[in-house]
């Protein structure tokens, strides 16, 4: 199957952040292939979102999220754990999408329910930042079906950013048990 194109990426994180929902994100480790279908992320629409990391400017951690579209931004949280999200929009208008949780085949939905978890279960590393994901080498996502419902939230963790913390940018595949975090009522 083909990797995602780069035209999906070149939309705003929002719309991504939706359309990523169901894709197949794979890793290449060796000969070894793993696969998993994308059931929760989070949209950071750009500087003037308070919750994204470009809010802070253009530095050596955010540069790539200043460029072209399609390209991995991967960056250690608590000094512990690698998050793996994919930059998205214009060149120059830093947005990405946070990857949270996927469903991997012959694992049990906790392995890869948080996006510290995902990345780990799918070896992506620090050494992934601003790999093109449109290239098909270690890591790239490929279509896959879509979830039959979809429901936003507000972000998690992210209260330090005011009234974007309450923004209902995260989303889920409704009926996946790999989703972390609170599910919305109803």
Not at 17 to 34: P, Y
Not at 159 to 181: C, K, M, N, Q, T
Request: proline residues 6%; positive net charge.
């Amino acid at each position: 199957m083909s990797a995602l194109p780069r035209d999906f990426y070149e939309r705003e994180a929002e719309a991504v952040a939706r359309a990523l929902l169901g894709t197949i994100l794979v890793t290449r480790i060796g000969k070894e292939e793993r696969r998993a279908r994308i059931v929760e992320t989070e949209a950071y629409v750009g500087e003037h979102d308070l919750a994204c990391h470009a809010a802070k400017g253009n530095t050596p951690r955010t540069r790539v999220m200043f460029g072209r579209a399609g390209h991995a931004y991967v960056y250690l949280v608590y000094g512990m754990h690698e998050l793996f999200n994919v930059v998205t929009g214009p060149d120059g208008v830093a947005q990405a999408v946070l990857v949270r949780a996927a469903e991997m085949d012959g694992m049990p939905a906790r392995h890869a329910s948080g996006p510290g978890k995902l990345a780990r279960a799918l070896g992506i590393t620090r050494e992934d930042y601003g790999r093109d994901l449109c290239a098909k080498r270690r890591v790239w996502l490929e279509p896959g079906p879509p979830p039959e419902a979809i429901a936003a939230t507000p972000r998690i963790g992210v209260d330090y950013a005011g009234e974007w913390a309450a923004a209902p940018l995260r989303f889920i595949d409704a009926s996946s048990h790999a989703v972390s975090g609170k599910r919305p009522r109803g």
